[in-house]
């Protein structure tokens, strides 16, 4: 299974560049099964500041991450695929 996290918006105060929110989503894919997850991480003002036009993708990852049960969402999307592969229940007729 191949995770991948991509940071999607941000929200920031036009005063000084300060991202305030993150918007995120996971997506795990198993060969054709795929499975994901959309969510939002809140950030206040640290000790120490970086230009919003400094940022990358990768550190604000980092910092979605650090703030996230990364664990829990990936064995859950693991889980979401797993059902995929193997139904428990099906809809239709006999006929």
Do not use: C
Not at 12 to 34: I, S
């Amino acid at each position: 299974m191949t995770t991948t996290w991509t940071i999607e918006q941000l929200d920031r105060q036009t005063a000084d560049g300060l991202v305030t929110t993150a918007h995120y989503t996971v997506n795990a894919v198993d060969e054709e099964h795929t499975a994901g997850f959309y969510g939002t991480v809140g950030f206040e003002r640290g000790e120490s500041f970086i230009a919003y036009e400094s940022l990358t993708k990768a550190q604000v990852i980092e910092w979605v991450k650090d703030k996230l049960d990364v664990e829990s969402i990936e064995a859950s999307l693991a889980a979401q695929i797993e059902s995929l592969k193997n139904p428990v229940t099906a809809t239709g007729t006999p006929w």
